[in-house]
């Protein structure tokens, strides 16, 4: 039985969570992790190096240690803990660092929380940072960085044929990470990412950087408003559905479903929400985000949108099992190989 000191000790950890977040931000941001790739250094001389006041960098620095980011030497050098060298430090496979500052730029979004639910609207200062310069570029990267781990083991747990020429639209597919993550696991794959002007240039800029623009192309559209083009095998619907109110997420499946050969697939990444609404969780918390990001858009059931892709026209709507550690679902639906 939960004793009330253990219900006071859980308030506290849930209250004081944020502060944790925002070293780890403040230390993407300085450039900190970076800089102890290169070498060991000193409070003084990353403050040198980051214009930073040389104490209250310290500061910083020591609860970074305390928080098992950096490790503090008997001298006071300053080095990368594992979880910074693997996660913050380099563009490895692991990398999360323009995540971590992506987040930093959310939890100023957070800030408008109660005048978002006072309004039920998107606050106008989180519409305002959306016009600041590079904001789709470094969001898109942010999500590139997710991608380079995630998009092997979705890639995986698809399992398309091998055998023949496969054709893929990646919708609002953004940096591009799931389509090349498929090309390089299907040889005979080719990927077409549908996507607005200003996210499509980041698109090709990373797609060119992997090496990969012979096999994953990028077309300019508004899903909202342009149908998808026709031909294709497989449909990704990755974290689109949540920024569309329910007649949008529909018309969206509705244009998937034309957009596909008769046999082909729609593939809809995401996390549900239950039927009470209140949970899991983390999907509870992505509402909460909606809210704060979209004009309209938010999680749904997995009842929801089970009924919307059978009203769209689709079959055998199936979860095909995900590795624990994604955090994430994958919801896969046929459309008929003849029409009724």
Not at 12 to 41: D, N, P, W
Not at 214 to 239: A, M, P, T, Y
Request: aromatic content about 8%; glycine content about 10%.
């Amino acid at each position: 039985m939960t004793t009330e000191i253990e219900y006071w000790q859980t308030v506290q950890k849930m209250l004081r969570g944020y502060r944790a977040a925002q070293v780890m931000i403040t230390c993407s941001q300085l450039g900190i992790f970076q800089h102890l790739a290169e070498a060991a250094q000193t409070a003084p001389g990353l403050a040198a190096k980051t214009q930073t006041d040389s104490n209250a960098l310290s500061r910083l620095l020591n609860a970074a240690v305390a928080l098992n980011l950096l490790v503090k030497s008997e001298t006071g050098e300053y080095t990368n803990a594992p979880l910074a060298a693997v996660c913050l430090a380099g563009e490895g496979e692991y990398f999360l660092g323009r995540l971590v500052r992506r987040e930093g730029a959310f939890y100023q979004r957070w800030s408008y929380l109660p005048e978002a639910v006072r309004s039920g609207q998107r606050p106008e200062a989180n519409i305002r940072d959306e016009g600041q310069t590079d904001w789709v570029r470094d969001f898109e990267l942010a999500l590139f960085d997710l991608s380079r781990t995630v998009g092997p083991a979705v890639a995986e747990a698809l399992a398309l044929p091998t055998g023949r020429p496969f054709r893929v639209l990646d919708v609002g597919g953004g940096h591009g990470g799931y389509s090349m993550a498929l090309a390089r696991r299907y040889p005979h794959l080719q990927a077409v990412v549908f996507e607005l002007p200003a996210a499509a240039e980041v698109a090709r800029e990373i797609i060119a950087g992997e090496g990969m623009a012979d096999r994953v192309s990028v077309q300019v559209g508004d899903f909202q408003k342009d149908e998808l083009g026709n031909g294709f095998d497989l449909l990704l619907l990755f974290g689109v559905l949540v920024s569309e109110t329910a007649a949008g997420k529909l018309a969206l499946l509705q244009k998937s479903y034309r957009a596909l050969l008769p046999g082909g697939r729609v593939a809809i990444r995401g996390f549900w929400l239950d039927e009470a609404r209140t949970g899991p969780p983390e999907a509870t918390l992505a509402s909460l985000h909606m809210l704060l990001s979209t004009d309209a858009g938010d999680l749904s059931t997995l009842a929801e949108i089970e009924g919307w892709l059978v009203e769209a026209g689709f079959v055998q709507p199936e979860l095909v099992p995900l590795p624990e550690w994604l955090g994430s679902s994958l919801l896969v639906a046929h459309k008929p190989t003849t029409t009724p």
